[in-house]
DNA sequence: CATGCTACCAAGCAAGCGCTTGCTTGACAA
DNA sequence: TTGTCAAGCAAGCGCTTGCTTGGTAGCATG
C-alpha cells in the first residue's frame, strides 16, 4: 500500500524543492485545477497535510512552479543573448535555448506549466510574473532588431515577435523525443523559415 | 439572489444547445477542471442537477463543447480550402478562416476550449476527437503541397505546418479585439513571412 | 540533561463536488 | 377529462477538496 520509502540523505536540505517539482509535473499533466494536494504529497511521499509546512496554499505552490520556470527560461535564453556572434548565430542560440528548456526532461513540465496554468494565478501574483515576462520578451524584440537591422527580416514588430512565440511554445503540443526530430533541428527549421539570408 | 429569469418564447427549442454554450464559455474561462456543474447551472438559470437531464457526464458535456468547435472551424476552413483561386489565395483565405473561428466574438470559446481542455477527455472520446483533426491537418498539408508546388515555399513538412499551427493558435494567449490590429491584417503578415513571392 | 527548533505525521473539519432521486409542471393528445 | 411526456425542480447522498490542528521524533545547542 505506502509507496517504497526512499532513504533520505542524513544532509539532504529540506524538501520544498522537491515538492515544488513534483507540484510542476503533475501540474502540466492534470492542470492546476484537476492535481490536488493528495496527488502531490503522494508523490513526495508525505501524508496530505505536510506540504503546508513549506507552503502557505496551493496557490503558493502554483507561484513557486512559474517563477521557477520563469526564471530559468530567462537565464537560459539570456545567456544566449549575450554570447558574442552575428545576429543570426545569436538568434539561432536563442531558439535553441527556449526549446531546449520547454522540450528537454528537466524543466519541460515547469515550462508546460508555465504556458498553460498561469491564469489560474490570483491578481497580485500575476503582477509580479507578467514583470519578469516583459523582461523575458525584451531579450526577443532586441534580438530581432537586430535582425532587421542586419537585413535577415523585413518587420521586427510586435505582431511579428508574437507569432514566433506561438510557433514555438505550440511545440510543447506536438514534440515527442523519439518522433525522428531533434531540438536542433526544429530550431534549424525555424529560422530557415523566418530569416532571408542563407 | 436569483439571478433574473428571462422569460422563454412559447417554443423556443430545448435548452441543451444553450448548456454547450455557456459550458463553452466558462471551460476556455476557467479551464474544465476548474468549472463544475453548479457553474453551468447557474449561468443557464437552472437547478445544479437539470443539466443532467440533457448529458449523462460532466465528461460529456466537455466532449460536445470540443466537437462543435471541431466542426465549427472544419467547416470554414474547409469552404475556404474549396473556392477557386491561386494557391496564395486559397491559402490566406484558410488563414482568415482559421483566426476567425478562434477570434471572434461568436465561437472562440469553443476554439479555446478545444486546444485547452481536450486531454480531460477520456481515451475512447479523444480518439473520435483525433480522427476529426486528422482530416482538419490534412486540409492544411494539401494547401502547403500546393504553396510548394507553386514556387512559394521551400518546405512542405509536417514540421512546417506543426509551426505554422503554433502561430495561428497562440493568437489565443494574446489578440484582443481592440489591439489595434485586424484578423486580416495578421492573416496577411503570416503570409508574408511565410511566403517568397509578393 | 534540558530546551528549542525543524520537519514532519495522524486525524479530521467545513465546504464543495459530481451525480441521483422522487416529484412537479405545463403543453399537447385522445 | 384524463393520460402522457419533455423538461425541469428540490433535496440530498457519498465522497473529495484545501487546509488546520495537536502532537512528536530527531537533531543542535547550552
Redesign the pocket.
Known amino acids: 500500500m505506502a509507496a517504497s520509502r526512499r532513504p533520505l540523505a542524513?544532509d539532504e536540505p529540506?524538501?520544498r524543492a522537491e515538492i515544488v517539482r513534483a507540484a510542476s509535473r503533475l501540474f502540466a499533466e492534470k492542470g492546476y485545477a484537476g492535481?490536488?494536494?493528495?496527488d502531490i504529497a503522494r508523490a513526495v511521499?508525505?501524508?496530505?497535510?505536510?506540504p503546508?509546512?513549506?507552503f502557505?496554499?496551493?496557490?503558493d505552490m502554483l507561484l513557486a512552479v512559474v517563477l521557477e520556470g520563469m526564471a530559468t527560461i530567462t537565464r537560459a535564453v539570456g545567456a544566449a543573448a549575450a554570447r558574442a556572434g552575428t545576429p543570426r548565430e545569436v538568434f539561432e542560440a536563442m531558439l535553441l535555448a527556449h526549446l531546449d528548456q520547454l522540450l528537454a526532461e528537466d524543466g519541460r513540465h515547469f515550462a508546460a506549466t508555465l504556458l498553460h496554468e498561469s491564469h489560474h494565478l490570483e491578481a497580485a501574483a500575476r503582477a509580479v510574473l507578467i514583470e519578469q515576462k516583459d523582461a523575458y520578451e525584451a531579450l526577443w524584440q532586441k534580438a530581432l532588431r537586430e535582425l532587421k537591422r542586419s537585413g535577415e527580416i523585413d518587420d521586427d514588430s510586435r505582431v511579428t515577435r508574437l507569432l514566433l512565440m506561438g510557433a514555438l511554445n505550440w511545440t510543447v503540443q506536438w514534440y515527442r523525443p523519439n518522433g525522428g526530430r531533434t531540438v536542433k533541428q526544429i530550431a534549424r527549421q525555424i529560422s530557415g523559415m523566418l530569416l532571408k539570408s542563407r
Do not use: E
Open positions: 542524513p529540506n524538501r492535481t490536488t494536494i493528495r511521499d508525505m501524508q496530505s497535510g505536510s503546508f509546512y513549506h502557505k496554499t496551493k496557490h
